[in-house]
């Protein structure tokens, strides 16, 4: 009788240390976006438990890729280049195409893409509900299982965080400090007639959310015909979302496709877009000339584009 009291005195204190420990590990408020930072890394999301939303959208490089196409589940090639998912929040939709019109409906699709995470939703919803650890942290924060809804609601929360405002633009934009002279030329050159830029890349992420055709598709060699994707509208092949300009420095390799390695290989493109590939289909009529910028032009556009790169990220531009 003795040992059996002791033996459950020593199971009690057992487990007392480790409702202790769950006790102090629950001290630790749990909201829908440290929920959903957590499942943008869990591995479990794709089939084989080998990827995570930042396999492809590394916090390292301004949560962009460093490769035209990643690599999906089970080796396979993606067939556009990931973007950063910085600055999202106040984007209309999502995709080169604009095939997701919110971050919460976005934030499923590559779970279930073959060439991504490859996982059907419900099976992905189905593991969560398996996971004790899940189970738990989904009814705190919603009151409720995992269900496709909250786990893209929860992801969309953590994305939506994800903004970045601290680069030495800013700082120029808040009267603290002078850009650099080349700086300065290059951000004339960016907002005036002569490189049109601002045409497109405006407002505060340096994207006017719309869909626009800078030459690169040609039906022959060139074929992702973008935004005709989603509206099959004729008017719409070749034409792509602009991307915001913010840490683009840190994002390399450029464009959908991931053609250009350097920033330098995209102004040399837009100086002269028809003189690169032979027949772009339907180019926007801004770049229907050459711009006629002198390399020095060139590059202090590029001085300024990299003015737009969040302190954090310096370290890699
Ligand atoms: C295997 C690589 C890969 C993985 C894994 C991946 N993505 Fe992506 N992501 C991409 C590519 C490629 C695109 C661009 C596709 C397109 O435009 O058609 C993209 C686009 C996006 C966009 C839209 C960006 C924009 O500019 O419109 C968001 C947001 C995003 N992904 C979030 C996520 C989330 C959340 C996850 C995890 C659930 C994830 N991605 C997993 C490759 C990946
Ligand atoms: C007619 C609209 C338009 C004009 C003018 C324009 N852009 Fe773009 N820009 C786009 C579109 C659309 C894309 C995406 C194209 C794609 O992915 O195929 C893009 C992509 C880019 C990218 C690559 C971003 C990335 O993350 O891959 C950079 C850098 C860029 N533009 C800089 C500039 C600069 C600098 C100028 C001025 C010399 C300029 N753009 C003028 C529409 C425009």
Redesign the pocket.
Known sequence: MKTITTIFILCLSIFSILGFTNFAKSTIPISKTILGKKLFFEKILSKDSTLNCASCHNPKFAF?DTVAFSIGVGGKLGNR?A??VLNMKNRPYYF?DGRAASLEEQALMPIANPLEMNLAVADAVDRLNKNKEYLNLFYKVFKQKPTAQNLSAALAAYEETLETVNSKYDDWANDKIKLSPAEERGKT??TGDK???F???FGPDFTGDE????G?FNSTFIT?S?RYDKTKSIADIG?????G?RN?AV?A??????I?KT?EE??HY??NPNGIFIHPQNI?P??QKP?G?TKREQTD?ISF?KTLTDKKYKKNA
Do not use: E, Q, R, W
Not at 211 to 214: E, R, S
Not at 239 to 243: E, L
């Open positions: 962009a280049n973007p950063s080169y050159l960016f490189a049109k830029c045409d497109c890349h869909f626009k055709n800078i690169l992702d973008g034409k792509f979302k602009v991307p300009l683009v994002t390799p450029y464009m959908h496709n991931g250009f920033l995209v102004l837009y100086n926007d801004a770049l711009l910028l556009i584009l």
